[in-house]
Nanobody, 124 residues
Framework: QVQLVESGGGLVQAGGSLRLSCAAS????????MAWFRQAPGKEREFVAT????????YYSDSVKGRFTISSDTAKSALYLQMNSLKPEDTAVYYC?????????????????WGQGTQVTVSS
């Protein structure tokens, strides 16, 4: 049973940067599709970015493309999200997710393992 724990969230001013981390235990991230999702208050959870750990393909939502970078380190069983040029609309709880059923996946229903989330707040 894979367990995911996010860290790195916090309060930052608009235009600033944060780096989120997700540590996996109980299994390796190698061979998994991993992703970041986010959920703002009163809104549905939305896809942010995903990476295939087997071929290192990455996909981003249009809202974060060019500002966020997803990466993984299979040796450390870790997933990262570098967030630059943050905007107030990026404020949300960010979740790390993993699945071994697909090589890459943008839909949350495709993910089997989830972290507890980390809060990111961007002030204007």
């Amino acid at each position: 049973q894979v367990q995911l724990v996010e860290s790195g969230g916090g309060l930052v001013q608009a235009g600033g940067s944060l780096r989120l981390s997700c540590a996996a235990s109980g299994g390796t991230v190698g061979g998994a599709a991993m992703a970041w999702f986010r959920q703002a208050p009163g809104k549905e959870r939305e896809f942010v970015a995903t990476i295939s750990t087997t071929v290192a393909h990455t996909y981003y939502s249009d809202s974060v493309k060019g500002r966020f970078t997803i990466s993984s380190d299979t040796a450390k069983s870790a997933l990262y999200l570098q967030m630059n040029s943050l905007k107030p609309e990026d404020t949300a709880v960010y979740y790390c997710a993993a699945t071994y059923r697909f090589s890459v996946m943008t839909a949350d229903l495709g993910y089997d393992y989830w972290g507890q989330g980390t809060q990111v707040t961007v002030s204007s």
